[in-house]
Protein backbone atom coordinates (compact mmCIF):
# COMPACT_ATOMS: atom_id res chain seq x y z
CA UNK A 1 0.00 0.00 0.00
CA UNK A 2 0.93 3.25 -0.83
CA UNK A 3 0.97 6.45 1.36
CA UNK A 4 2.07 9.90 1.28
CA UNK A 5 1.75 12.45 3.97
CA UNK A 6 2.71 15.78 3.48
CA UNK A 7 4.19 18.27 6.43
CA UNK A 8 5.84 21.74 6.44
CA UNK A 9 2.99 23.95 5.76
CA UNK A 10 1.44 26.82 7.80
CA UNK A 11 1.29 30.60 7.67
CA UNK A 12 4.49 32.24 6.44
CA UNK A 13 4.76 36.01 5.78
CA UNK A 14 5.86 37.42 2.30
CA UNK A 15 9.67 37.12 1.25
CA UNK A 16 9.47 34.63 3.90
CA UNK A 17 10.48 30.75 3.58
CA UNK A 18 9.56 27.23 4.51
CA UNK A 19 10.27 23.70 3.71
CA UNK A 20 7.41 21.10 3.05
CA UNK A 21 8.50 17.62 3.58
CA UNK A 22 6.37 14.78 1.98
CA UNK A 23 7.04 10.69 3.59
CA UNK A 24 6.32 8.05 1.49
CA UNK A 25 5.46 4.85 2.48
CA UNK A 26 5.83 2.93 -1.01
CA UNK A 27 8.23 -0.26 -1.38
CA UNK A 28 11.35 0.71 -3.47
CA UNK A 29 10.64 4.40 -3.25
CA UNK A 30 14.27 5.10 -5.22
CA UNK A 31 12.54 3.54 -8.20
CA UNK A 32 10.05 6.46 -8.71
CA UNK A 33 9.72 9.85 -9.95
CA UNK A 34 8.37 12.56 -7.19
CA UNK A 35 6.47 15.84 -7.58
CA UNK A 36 4.63 18.43 -5.97
CA UNK A 37 1.59 20.42 -7.36
CA UNK A 38 -0.53 22.64 -5.84
CA UNK A 39 -3.99 23.65 -5.62
CA UNK A 40 -5.08 27.34 -4.78
CA UNK A 41 -8.92 28.00 -3.74
CA UNK A 42 -11.38 28.34 -6.80
CA UNK A 43 -8.40 27.13 -9.33
CA UNK A 44 -7.39 23.59 -11.14
CA UNK A 45 -4.38 21.88 -9.41
CA UNK A 46 -0.92 22.81 -10.66
CA UNK A 47 2.28 21.30 -11.12
CA UNK A 48 5.03 22.76 -9.59
CA UNK A 49 8.21 20.61 -9.34
CA UNK A 50 9.31 17.17 -10.23
CA UNK A 51 12.64 14.94 -9.15
CA UNK A 52 13.91 11.76 -10.82
CA UNK A 53 14.53 8.44 -8.95
CA UNK A 54 18.10 9.58 -8.53
CA UNK A 55 17.58 13.59 -7.84
CA UNK A 56 19.73 13.76 -10.23
CA UNK A 57 16.59 15.64 -12.68
CA UNK A 58 14.69 18.11 -11.47
CA UNK A 59 12.29 20.11 -13.15
CA UNK A 60 10.07 23.55 -12.55
CA UNK A 61 6.66 25.41 -13.26
CA UNK A 62 8.18 28.82 -14.30
CA UNK A 63 6.10 30.88 -11.67
CA UNK A 64 8.52 28.89 -9.07
CA UNK A 65 12.06 28.81 -10.94
CA UNK A 66 14.57 30.39 -8.83
CA UNK A 67 12.75 30.52 -5.66
CA UNK A 68 11.39 26.52 -5.02
CA UNK A 69 13.75 23.33 -4.61
CA UNK A 70 12.81 19.80 -4.95
CA UNK A 71 14.80 17.46 -3.66
CA UNK A 72 14.52 13.92 -2.46
CA UNK A 73 16.47 11.61 0.41
CA UNK A 74 15.87 8.00 -0.41
CA UNK A 75 17.40 6.62 2.56
CA UNK A 76 14.72 8.20 4.17
CA UNK A 77 11.74 7.71 1.87
CA UNK A 78 10.85 11.50 1.80
CA UNK A 79 10.80 14.41 -0.88
CA UNK A 80 11.11 18.11 0.06
CA UNK A 81 10.29 21.48 -1.27
CA UNK A 82 12.23 24.34 -0.10
CA UNK A 83 10.27 27.33 -0.73
CA UNK A 84 11.94 30.77 -0.77
CA UNK A 85 10.94 34.38 -1.64
CA UNK A 86 7.30 33.04 -0.92
CA UNK A 87 4.56 35.41 -2.61
CA UNK A 88 0.95 35.70 -1.83
CA UNK A 89 -0.29 34.47 -4.70
CA UNK A 90 2.04 30.71 -3.75
CA UNK A 91 -0.58 30.09 -1.31
CA UNK A 92 -2.59 26.57 -1.91
CA UNK A 93 -2.79 23.34 -0.97
CA UNK A 94 0.37 21.23 -1.99
CA UNK A 95 0.59 18.00 -2.83
CA UNK A 96 2.97 15.44 -3.49
CA UNK A 97 2.87 12.53 -5.74
CA UNK A 98 4.25 9.67 -6.89
CA UNK A 99 5.36 9.66 -10.84
CA UNK A 100 6.62 6.79 -12.86
CA UNK A 101 10.14 5.05 -12.69
CA UNK A 102 11.16 6.77 -16.09
CA UNK A 103 11.58 10.65 -15.66
CA UNK A 104 9.99 12.04 -19.23
CA UNK A 105 10.75 15.57 -18.63
CA UNK A 106 7.84 16.28 -21.21
CA UNK A 107 5.03 14.30 -19.14
CA UNK A 108 6.18 15.64 -15.25
CA UNK A 109 3.69 18.33 -15.29
CA UNK A 110 0.71 15.90 -16.57
CA UNK A 111 -1.24 14.35 -13.44
CA UNK A 112 -1.58 11.28 -15.48
CA UNK A 113 2.07 10.51 -14.86
CA UNK A 114 1.48 10.36 -11.10
CA UNK A 115 -0.59 7.42 -9.87
CA UNK A 116 -0.74 8.21 -5.84
CA UNK A 117 -1.27 11.37 -4.05
CA UNK A 118 -1.20 12.80 -0.68
CA UNK A 119 -3.36 14.33 1.43
CA UNK A 120 -2.25 17.90 1.17
CA UNK A 121 -0.59 20.81 3.21
CA UNK A 122 -2.09 24.38 3.22
CA UNK A 123 0.62 26.97 2.86
CA UNK A 124 -1.03 30.70 3.61
CA UNK A 125 1.58 33.23 2.72
CA UNK A 126 0.22 36.57 4.00
CA UNK A 127 1.12 40.25 2.42
Known amino acids: QVRLVESGGGLVQAGGSTRLSCAAS????????MGWFRQAPGQEREFVAA????????GYADSVKGRFAISRDNAENTVYLQMNSLKPEDTAVYYCARGEQIYVWARIGDESFYDHWGQGTQVTVSS
Open 51 to 58: ISRTGISK
Open 26 to 33: TPSFDNYS
